[in-house]
């Protein structure tokens, strides 16, 4: 479906600009200070809570991904694979759904 591709492409778009706007915001005001990044990142239960949820979904997501490859016959499915790792889960799964819709 044309509309559920597009959908997709948007939403690769936005999970790159969204999060990597809020990272450099972060990195004008305070520098590249990775100690005071790493207390940010960790100093509350609910950051905890936070990366705890999106280090499942990023697993969970490599394991859809590695299954589902085949069966749906998505080629270059390393490519969402390298996004989640380098960019991002809210890059690496919408690349995979519009990978996977481009193959139907």
Same mark, same amino acid.
């Given at each position: 479906?044309?509309?559920?591709?597009?959908?997709? *492409? &948007?939403?690769?778009?936005?999970?790159v600009v969204l999060p990597y706007y809020q990272l450099i915001a972060?990195?004008? =005001?305070?520098?590249?200070?990775?100690?005071?990044?790493?207390?940010? *990142?960790?100093?509350? +239960? @609910?950051?905890?809570?936070?990366?705890?949820? *999106?280090?499942? #979904?990023? @697993?969970?997501? &490599?394991?859809?991904i590695l299954y589902d490859r085949i069966r749906a016959g998505v +080629?270059?499915?390393? @490519?969402? *694979?390298?996004?989640?790792?380098?960019?991002?889960? #809210?890059?690496?799964?919408?690349?995979?759904?519009?990978? +996977? =819709? #481009?193959?139907?």
């Amino acid at each position: 479906m044309k509309s559920m591709k597009n959908f997709y *492409l &948007v939403m690769c778009f936005l999970g790159v600009v969204l999060p990597y706007y809020q990272l450099i915001a972060w990195i004008t =005001e305070n520098g590249f200070d990775l100690n005071g990044m790493a207390n940010e *990142l960790f100093q509350s +239960r @609910i950051a905890m809570f936070g990366w705890a949820d *999106l280090t499942l #979904s990023a @697993i969970v997501l &490599v394991a859809f991904i590695l299954y589902d490859r085949i069966r749906a016959g998505v +080629r270059y499915f390393y @490519i969402p *694979l390298l996004a989640t790792l380098f960019i991002g889960l #809210s890059l690496g799964l919408p690349l995979y759904l519009y990978m +996977r =819709e #481009s193959e139907a």
